[in-house]
């Protein structure tokens, strides 16, 4: 199984970006699909996610200016950006919950990381 991610790029502060993410190999079925970030110095942190179901969460400091959405009949997933702000440089990366056949443990997947650099 391999995620793809993609979108990234240099924004000015208050502009917008979208990241895709597209999973392929082996896969029976995803759960939760999600997007993370990791600025230097800091820890990784989650961003948005969204289950099968459609149900999202977002991080307080994104909520109203993120959106996630996923297209589960072409198992992507992807990340609207507006209202960028300097706080939001990072690099994002997006996860899966990947069963690789019926009845089996779902193990979690990860793409190979964007950046996302907003400037001021």
């Known amino acids: ?9 240099l924004v000015q502060a208050g502009g917008s970006l979208r990241l895709s993410c597209a999973a392929s190999g082996s896969i029976f079925s995803i759960n939760d699909m999600g997007w993370y970030r990791q600025a230097p110095g800091k ?13 999202t969460r977002y991080a307080a400091s994104v909520k109203g200016r993120f959106t996630i959405s996923r297209d589960s009949a072409k198992n992507t997933v992807h990340l609207q950006m507006n209202s960028l702000k300097p ?8 996860s899966a919950d990947v ?10 997947y990860w793409g190979q990381g964007t950046l996302v650099t907003v400037s001021s």
């Open 99 to 108: 069963s690789v056949a019926p009845m089996t443990q779902r193990y979690n």
């Open 1 to 9: 199984v391999q995620l793809q991610a993609s979108g990234g790029g």
């Open 87 to 94: 706080e939001d440089t990072a690099v994002y990366y997006c």
């Open 43 to 55: 820890q990784r942190e989650l961003v948005a996610d969204v289950t099968s179901g459609g149900s």
